[in-house]
């Protein structure tokens, strides 16, 4: 049988569990890193586990110290693994089991049994020295992506590989960093408490242990996933179709009417309020140069205000991607809004608007006879009703 393996820095949970397990007739036979295997034998209720710490990091319990154990009743069962490679197996805890009640306990002296854990300690002062400020940079570093690229994360399609990447490397440095502080909390007590605890419950263990393999299989999975979702998963809908009004200036309010309805689709994230991308007109033919009134709009609505100038940056960028060569977007005069801008294909007859007023941002994109910034107080109306 095999199960999940708890963290051996819960020692006294670790041990408890082995010696439940024991009483149901389960003795543990192999403890990796992940999984533990336990085979099936006689149930017994007086049986003791205790966990060592190896003091050089790898390998076994040399001979010498088995036959001294033996004599005092208990048998190396296994240790517990951290890691593998070529050379070597890295291991952190020997695993001991007494079932003669009346046998002493291994580590009798506090101080020694304290001296025994100074490898860990030193381990486990490094990782929280360099586990908090790397934790600290990551977050840093995911706040910094979203912040200087809003539009990305404002968008309901796939989440960005990048963030979750750096989720996986926050939730394992948390769990490192979270296993060095149970270790210098559990040596504390060493000193403070007498006798040493031996048991203590195992529960809030094997929840951790559940919480932390879920979250980690969670993101992967989500990665996978990722690979084979498509970005605009969500369909375009006929304005008359939402419960709420959507955030537009149609084609009937700029004086060139389309012959079929205004269609939107909206998009869901924690930074946005709102996000509305709108179509009016003929679409269906515009690669085959058809003619008649087009319209296209993104509508963005954040929770947090101050990155709407990013956002508006960001939108910049984008037109400068179709700009001829020394064309420039001009800031245009508008009421009521921070800031507007304006450009106009003079070669493919496109107008693009940009409005930006508060935490609200609007991107318009237009083919046909009116003049956008004409009609730019419709704009800065609507932005108004759907603040």
């Known amino acids: ?6 963290d051996p820095m819960d020692v006294p949970a670790v041990q408890a569990w082995l010696e439940d397990w024991a009483a149901r007739g389960w003795y543990v036979e192999s403890y990796g890193k992940n999984l533990v295997s336990f085979a099936r034998g006689e149930r017994q209720e007086d049986v003791r586990y205790r966990l060592q710490p190896v003091g050089g990091g ?13 004599e005092m009743g208990w ?3 296994c240790s517990t693994v951290l890691g593998r490679s070529l050379s070597d197996v890295k291991t952190e805890f020997h695993i001991w089991r007494c079932e003669d009640p009346g046998a002493p306990e291994l580590d009798t002296d506090q101080t020694l049994r304290e001296e025994a854990y100074g490898d860990l300690l030193r381990r486990g002062w490094r990782n929280i020295w360099m586990g908090v400020p790397l934790i600290a940079a990551v977050l840093a570093t995911m706040w910094w992506l979203v912040w200087s690229h809003p539009r990305e994360y404002l968008l309901e399609g796939h989440p960005d590989s990048t963030i979750l990447m750096l989720c996986c490397n926050v939730l394992l440095t948390l769990h490192l960093v979270d296993r060095a502080v149970r270790l210098i909390r559990f ?20 929840a951790r242990v559940w919480a932390f393999q879920g979250l980690y299989a969670l993101i992967l999975l989500v990665m996978i996933g990722n690979l084979f979702r498509p970005y605009d998963h969500r369909p375009y809908l006929p304005v008359s179709q939402y419960d709420r009004p959507v955030p537009c200036v149609s084609l ?3 004086g060139t009417p389309a012959a079929e309805e205004a269609e939107a689709v909206d998009f869901h994230s924690f930074w946005g309020k709102a996000a509305w991308w709108t179509l009016e007109g003929d679409y269906e033919h515009l690669e085959e140069g058809g003619d008649g009134p087009r319209c296209s709009t993104e509508y963005y609505s954040l929770r947090f205000p101050s990155m709407a100038e990013n956002l508006e940056a960001q939108m910049l960028k984008r037109w400068s991607n179709v700009m001829d060569a020394g064309e420039r977007p001009e800031r245009a005069a508008v009421l009521g809004v921070d800031s507007a801008w304006y450009w106009r ?5 496109w107008q693009f608007l940009l409005l930006r007023r508060g935490g609200q941002v609007l991107d318009v994109s237009y083919l046909g006879e009116a003049d956008l910034l004409e009609h730019a107080d419709k704009y800065v109306e609507m932005l108004e009703r759907a603040r």
């Open 75 to 77: 048998t190396y069962v």
């Open 252 to 254: 009937a309010e700029l």
């Open 345 to 349: 294909d003079e070669r493919e007859e």
């Open 187 to 206: 040596t504390r007590r060493l000193r403070q408490e007498e006798p040493a605890p031996q048991r203590a419950p195992w529960g809030q263990a094997r």
């Open 1 to 6: 049988m095999r199960r999940l393996a708890l």
């Open 58 to 70: 790898c390998g076994e319990p040399d001979q010498d110290t088995r036959e001294s154990y033996r």
